[in-house]
């Protein structure tokens, strides 16, 4: 059986139609190499999304320097909570302030609830953790998002991932 084939086959499997089906762009920011490469490779192959990865959540965040790369052009952004050089809250916290100076409106913030992704819709962010989440002290540290906030486990299977980011999005 053809590569193609089998990765249409295991897509229906999967649930996910033709693999070729653009669902949707997300962004994912893990230090790990292997996390990075298997999400891009279940996301892509399995769940037709197009995908943009970084290591290096500094590098990350430098390439909204771009004009052409806002927040806002991707439907989801998967961050890891522990990485070294700046951890996903600072990450996310740093993106807002993105958002703030280019947000044409006040109330217009929050990437979860006011910046409009590829498919005109709002900007989802996802936590991702091996780790026990402290779901009080991120209530405190993020009173006006925690209630929008997503967390996704790690571990976890294609399969899984692929249906807990299209409950999301």
């Known amino acids: 059986m053809s590569e193609q084939k089998e990765k249409e086959r295991e897509a229906e499997e999967f649930g996910a139609g033709h693999p070729s089906r653009n669902r949707g762009r997300i962004l994912i920011v893990d230090d790990e190499e292997d996390i990075t ?22 590098l990350a965040l ?5 004009d052409n790369n806002k927040p806002s052009a991707y439907d989801l952004i998967l961050l890891d909570i522990k990485m070294p050089k700046m951890d996903g809250f600072e990450l996310y916290q740093e993106l807002q302030k993105k958002i703030d100076t280019a947000a044409p409106a006040a109330g217009e913030s929050s990437i979860s609830s006011g910046d409009q992704g590829k498919n005109g ?10 780790f026990e989440v402290y779901f009080d002290a991120l209530k405190e540290l993020f009173p006006d998002s925690y209630p929008s906030m997503c967390f996704i486990k790690k571990p976890s299977s294609a399969e899984d991932l692929i249906a807990r980011i299209r409950k999301e999005l």
């Open 37 to 58: 490469f298997f999400l891009k490779e279940a996301l892509e192959n399995y769940g037709g999304y197009e995908v943009v990865t970084f290591n290096d959540p500094l």
């Open 121 to 130: 819709k709002k900007t989802k962010i996802c936590f991702m953790t091996a």
């Open 62 to 66: 430098s390439s909204f320097n771009n």
